[in-house]
């Protein structure tokens, strides 16, 4: 559906063509709402706050309304000391890494990201093993490996746990992932280096607009009519209409 076909339903769906029982919505003002709607589609259907009570992944259906979103990037990460001059101050909390960009420290600034999916990590440690891929120095290995999820509440006390998954053993480590401002740090026991990180997102839905050079929605198309009713009882919220409530459950039955 383009945009201009998502005006017509927008429109339609409304009721006001030639009744004129509704106001007239300026164009700019149904791309506000289609707006408004995508960004509320992509969150219920990421936290699984809707009418199925469905997260992202937990069905087909969630997984097929998202997939145009998801991006992979490959980011290097580089360990934070006093003398490197990142953009961000970290506190200096020793064995520390974070996402580190040539032109823009440390920044998503680089990718049009909105909301993480998941994070793995590269890591290279020394070990008289060879069992892992290694590199051009023997005593060295590369892992791919994921991370330990901690928040600002719990980090303290996974930093002192010292069975934690985040202390290398036996060649297997998960070190710990914070996020802070606009960057990511993984935080080690020392014995290993963390040297890039894979990033699964959602990205920034495109801003849908009809003027100027049209944009369309860049969500998958069998979205465009639950989006254009969310739009609709936006709108008859906004000028508190009574067939909101029919609307709204209308819009429930839509998945």
């Known amino acids: 559906m383009t945009i201009s076909e998502m005006h017509i339903a927008f429109d339609l769906l409304l009721d006001k063509v030639n009744s004129l029982q509704y106001p007239s919505f300026l164009p700019e003002e149904k791309d506000f709402f289609l707006n408004q709607a995508i960004r509320k589609f992509v969150k219920t259907r990421y936290s699984g706050t809707n009418a ?66 998941g994070e793995e990590v590269e890591i290279s440690f020394q070990t008289i093993t060879t069992s892992a891929i290694e590199t051009n120095n023997s005593n060295y290995v590369h892992k791919r490996v994921g991370v330990t999820d901690a928040t600002s509440n719990d980090v303290r006390w996974k930093l002192d746990d010292p069975l934690g998954a985040y202390r290398l ?62 739009a609709v009882q936006m709108a008859l919220e906004n000028v508190e209409q009574p067939r909101l409530e029919s609307h709204s459950q209308l819009v429930n039955t839509m998945e």
């Not at 969630?62 to 961000?88: N, S």
């Not at 100027?212 to 860049?218: F, L, Q, Y």
């Open 169 to 230: 053993h036996y060649d297997e480590a998960r070190p710990l992932r914070l996020f802070k401002e606009n960057t990511i740090e993984f935080i080690t026991d020392g014995q290993y280096s963390v040297i890039a990180a894979y990033l699964r997102f959602l990205k920034q839905p495109a801003v849908v607009s009809i003027s100027g050079t049209p944009v369309d929605c860049d969500l998958a198309e069998h979205t465009h009519d639950e989006i254009v009713a969310l």
């Open 52 to 117: 199925k009570r469905e997260g992202f992944e937990q069905s087909q259906k969630r997984i097929d309304d998202l997939r145009t979103l998801i991006r992979e990037a490959i980011i290097p990460c580089i360990l934070v000391v006093e003398d490197v001059p990142l953009l961000v101050d970290y506190g200096l909390r020793p064995n520390t890494y974070a996402l580190y960009h040539e032109l823009d420290s440390a920044t998503f600034t680089d990718m049009p990201y909105w909301l993480s999916l």
